[in-house]
Nanobody, 122 residues
Framework: VQLQASGGGLVQAGDSLRLSCAASGRTFSNYYMGWFRQAPGKEREFVAA???????YYADSVKGRFTISRDNAKNTVYLQMNSLKSEDTAVYYC?????????????????WGQGTLVTVSS
């Protein structure tokens, strides 16, 4: 699976942003999709994941503010980010795997996009 993330940018605290991740190469609907992020000097952390069935999971830090969704017809997963905070500043990566042992662990995802930078100014 090839993944291409887009939609990052510079926004102010409280603003919204939507990230997209377009997939190609395999049957998109067969894959778990996840979003992770990595801030400068920090380890990559889980943000959100969506199962093939559409069930979703979120990190506590983004629950209630971010929404992950998928459009299997467009082979695309989205991350709608609302009420952005300065601590959301990071490079955001999309990831895919057929069946990650732990959806919240980056080590169990086989495929990764190139990342898109989100900068939130306070």
């Amino acid at each position: 699976v090839q993944l291409q993330a887009s939609g990052g940018g510079l926004v102010q605290a409280g603003d919204s942003l939507r990230l997209s991740c377009a997939a190609s190469g395999r049957t998109f609907s067969n894959y778990y999709m996840g979003w992770f992020r990595q801030a400068p000097g920090k380890e990559r952390e889980f943000v959100a994941a969506i199962r093939r069935s559409g069930s979703t999971y979120y990190a506590d830090s983004v629950k209630g503010r971010f929404t992950i969704s998928r459009d299997n017809a467009k082979n695309t997963v989205y991350l709608q980010m609302n009420s952005l905070k300065s601590e959301d500043t990071a490079v955001y990566y999309c990831a895919a795997d057929r069946d990650p042992r732990l959806y919240g662990s980056s080590r169990y995802y086989d495929y990764w996009g190139q990342g898109t930078l989100v900068t939130v100014s306070s």
